[in-house]
């Protein structure tokens, strides 16, 4: 009798031990009803040029190993070739809760799925090393999801509040995490180093909210000191402190319900009528030592891929080569890194980037040498082994050059901006380009224009506050007045000014008004005559005479 006793209570100590702990998510809200509807809905985040690259498919599973006649190996568990279920297993978050704000954001999520398609295939690069990151560090794999909320996986995405890259860190936390920040390169965009801040910073915040993973996420979008002061607010008026009873900014309202509505539907895609992009449960890239400066083209003809895989792979740098204080590392797809590492084998250091041998002119100095050829005067002592930065007529410069044209370096900063200030914002908008003078701001060229500071921002891919230097280059569009009459289409026509003309002359010959013509040539406009020869933009009524 003992005997039999004794099993059953063995066996049930086993069982008890095999369960797992759920519902991690330390929140303690247990009264009251959700109320607020004011949900701001998740950004769709449509940035064309990135999509149109598609991600390096993995080998086919090697399948010799299934014909293995070890039955300890027929019977160990198999890792899951999906990389969704791997990360379904990591889930520990109480999704298991109903309030009004994540209700919105499920609905606004599964009637988009072609959305979340997209974000998936641009997360497929670097989905495994976020997980697999994840996991090391303890954290639940839900988080794997929170670059969709911040850039939608656009790891070039940057906010007009200046935050940047797949994890949105703005530039002082950025500094803070060690992400470094200057003309060849940002850490932010960095996959790898920006991974692993965002692991700290996230690490941080669980610690100093007591492992709630809800205030942390809140944290994380409007700063900890906001959150602290809610729950210092609530508890003085005697009020639940859980994420759902705090009094936080809107955008913090809507930010956790948008991560806890993605994990629900990637946790039972089928419930909302979704099938997940399969995302093999394999590394996408490896991390090639470089041991140094290395022109992006060259490392795209020797790993066999297009420059603009290497730039979504390596999106910290910013110009035409890796940078030349490093990281001296370059993210390869996997199937592709032997080649790579074989080519960079056969190629002498002094051969990674062209160079260019430059003989001073009159009136060069450094800063406007290195301007001239896409690099930084640093950059120039560096390698010249300059001592200060005074240049003499006639002194030879060795520079660093890129070795293909500019332009095919498609995702480099500068031409990603130009890029994004050549798509217009609708039919028959005018673009003006505009040299920002001393004293400019944002505000006085958007009043100028009758636009505002955040709608200019956006068309320059800038932050509102993003510094503005004197002589950077800014993109204004235009759009015509609307006309009481019915019969009005306004069309772009460039008059090209002919000998006996003026301003006023053209305002009167295509019935404009003279300050808009100033307005929508600001170069020519700002002549105090103007030449034969000259062109003119003009937005003219084609059918109302």
């Not at 390169?185 to 941080?204: C, E, H, K, M, N």
Request: net charge positive; glycine share 6%; hydrophobic share 35%.
């Amino acid at each position: 009798m003992i005997k039999h006793f004794l099993w059953v209570l063995l066996i049930s100590l086993v069982l008890s031990g095999c369960q797992t702990a759920s519902n991690v998510e330390n929140d303690n809200s247990k009264t009251g009803l959700e109320t607020d509807s004011d949900t701001v809905e998740a950004d769709t985040q449509q940035t064309g040029f990135i999509d149109t690259v598609s991600p390096v498919l993995p080998d086919e599973d090697d399948t010799s190993s299934d014909n293995s006649t070890s039955p300890v190996a027929s019977k160990s568990p198999q890792p899951p070739k999906d990389l969704w279920v791997r990360m379904r297993h990591g889930f520990k978050l109480n999704l298991n809760i109903e309030k009004p704000r994540l209700s919105s954001q499920v609905r606004w999520y599964s009637s988009h799925l072609d959305y979340l398609n997209r974000v998936s295939i641009r997360g497929e690069r670097y989905l495994y090393y976020i997980v697999s990151q994840l996991e090391k560090a303890g954290i639940p794999t839900e988080i794997a999801l929170l670059p969709i909320v911040e850039s939608g996986f656009d790891p070039f995405g940057y906010s007009h509040g200046r935050a940047s890259g797949p994890w949105q860190f703005i530039p002082s936390t950025g500094q803070m995490y060690g992400l470094d920040q200057n003309w060849w390169y940002d850490g932010r965009r960095d996959i790898v180093s920006s991974t692993q801040a965002a692991i700290a910073y996230l690490t941080r915040l669980n610690k100093l909210f007591d492992g709630n993973w809800l205030q942390a996420l809140a944290a994380y979008n409007s700063g900890e000191g906001t959150v602290l002061r809610a729950i210092r607010k609530n508890k003085r008026a005697g009020k639940p402190t859980d994420f759902w009873s705090l009094d936080l900014p809107n955008e913090t309202r809507a930010y956790v319900p948008k991560l806890l509505a993605l994990a629900k539907i990637i946790k039972d895609p089928a419930k909302y009528h979704y099938k997940t992009h399969f995302i093999a449960n394999k590394p996408y890239f490896e991390s090639v030592n470089i041991g140094g400066q290395l022109d992006l083209a060259q490392a795209a003809d020797m790993a066999d891929i297009s420059i603009d895989e290497v730039y979504l792979l390596n999106p910290g740098f910013n110009q035409w080569a890796t940078a030349p204080d490093g990281p001296h590392r370059l993210l390869i797809p996997v199937k592709k890194a032997a080649l790579f590492r074989k080519k960079l084998a056969e190629i002498p250091s002094n051969e990674r980037v062209t160079w260019v041998r430059y003989s001073v002119k009159p009136g060069d100095n450094l800063l406007l040498v290195a301007k001239n050829h896409n690099t930084t005067a640093s950059v120039l002592e560096d390698v010249n082994k300059m001592s200060s930065t005074m240049i003499r007529v006639g002194q030879e410069l060795m520079i660093p050059v890129a070795g293909n044209k500019i332009e095919s370096y498609t995702l480099s900063s500068h031409q990603r901006l130009l890029a994004k200030q050549s798509r217009a914002p609708g039919r028959n908008r005018i673009k003006i380009n505009y040299t920002v003078s001393a004293g400019d701001s944002l505000w006085l060229i958007a009043k100028k224009y009758d636009t505002d500071s955040k709608t200019l921002a956006r068309w320059n891919n800038m932050g509102l506050a993003d510094p503005l230097h004197a002589g950077k280059k800014l993109v204004v569009w235009l759009e015509p007045k609307e006309n009481s009459s019915n019969r009005s289409v306004m069309k772009k026509v460039v008059y090209t000014i002919r000998p006996g003309d003026s301003l006023a002359m053209v305002a009167n010959k295509f019935r404009v008004a003279l300050n808009d013509i100033r307005k929508w040539n600001p170069i020519v406009g700002g002549k105090k005559y103007v030449q034969p020869g000259d062109k003119v933009t003009l937005l003219v009524n084609v059918v109302g005479g």
